[in-house]
């Protein structure tokens, strides 16, 4: 199925760059943000980078960045690739993780304010555990590409 990606991909890059340089609407968005709000993305639906690989055929698992290179349009994906890798890197998606599971947290109905009652736990005392393992365990994995045996 086609999602119009095609032919369209740097085209793309540059909207998700226009709306990161903007002035007075900055916003980091990321390409998987971009493709889940249908409002932005233009396309009337909720999609998700597999729609984006089935598309162009990349396997995430084994295509390469030569192969990608080779193409004009997957090349503005290396780009994107890259940004969302050094995103990780940084630990900025973490951050973004622990905000959501911040407003999650509050939103929680672990209280009895909601009607007028006392509070009878508090947010507060399980959400910095909460929030240091997130930040903990969120993506140092990921920053191993591979593991490499020495042999004495």
């Given amino acids: 199925m086609s999602h119009g990606f095609k032919g369209n991909m740097r085209k793309i890059v540059g909207e998700l760059d226009a709306m990161r340089g903007d002035s007075k609407m900055c916003r980091d968005i990321t390409l998987r943000q971009y493709l889940a709000d249908p409002k932005i993305n233009g396309r009337g639906s909720e999609l998700q980078p597999q729609h984006l690989y089935s598309e162009f ?9 030569k192969e990608m290179m080779a ?59 909460v929030q240091r393992g997130a930040i903990q365990a969120a993506f140092y994995n990921e920053l191993i590409i591979r593991e490499i045996n020495v042999v004495n």
Avoid: C, H
């Fill in 57 to 65: 055929g990349i396997n995430p698992k084994v295509t390469t960045v």
């Fill in 71 to 129: 193409d004009d349009d997957l090349k503005w994906l290396v780009y994107e690739f890259a940004r969302a890798g050094i995103r990780n890197g940084m630990g900025l998606s973490a951050r973004d993780e622990l905000a959501a599971l911040r407003k999650a947290v509050r939103s929680m109905a672990i209280t009895g304010q909601q009607g007028g009652g006392s509070r009878w736990i508090s947010p507060e005392i399980f959400l910095d555990p």
